[in-house]
């Protein structure tokens, strides 16, 4: 599904941070599996494979449950460390000091992969001389969130940057959204959210009167079952500058 827009842009937008501005372009479990790999006196044998998979697994458990969810991007290592005992724990492997490395080195390998995308600077700066007020709203703790910021030098493009970490509440709560709002100036029904989180970019954010625009970078379309229906869907954050 692509839907296009041909209205002005609007006096403000909202934008989303991991996975819209920026990301790490390997799938996790091909990360997982690369930093298995690359582990530094890693058990012989061990199967990279196989454990990267469970690791997944483990984590598409650990992140599917809200609680979990928010619990654990407030402090991403002791969540990390957990998913990371889980997946080896399906394997018969309890070692808590190779949960630590292993744990410890996929982030390493992870934050230096990371990157903005390539048109998310040029489209940023196209829209502020458009005149649109932009904000920057994204979960996570504060640590871990400011660190991306400052290390890709955004906040100089935006009039409001809001951190869950920062302010105690986050996405999806109406709170977040509404605060975020008031530092802009407008209203839901004048500012758009772009971001690739159906629930907390779309669904709730429509009920709330945004207009609410799903950041899809691979181009695999809406996940399967769901019903939420963005009022557009862009692969690239320079579809924002086309008529």
Known sequence: MQTSSNAALPPAILFDLDDTLITAPLHPRAA?????????????????????????????????????HREGRMDIRRARLGIVDRGLRHLGISDAALTERLSDHFTVRRTEETALYPDAVDTLLGLAERGVRLGLITNGSAEAQRAKIVRFDLARHFVHIQIEGELGVGKPEEQAYAHALARLGTTAAETWIVGDNIDWEVVVPQRLGFHAIWRDPVGNGLPAGTTAKPDRIITRLAELLED
């Open 32 to 68: 997982w599996q690369q930093a298995i790999e690359t582990l530094p006196d890693r058990p012989d044998p061990f199967d990279a494979l196989a454990a990267a998979v469970a690791i997944h697994e483990a984590a598409r458990w650990f992140w599917s449950d809200p609680v979990r």
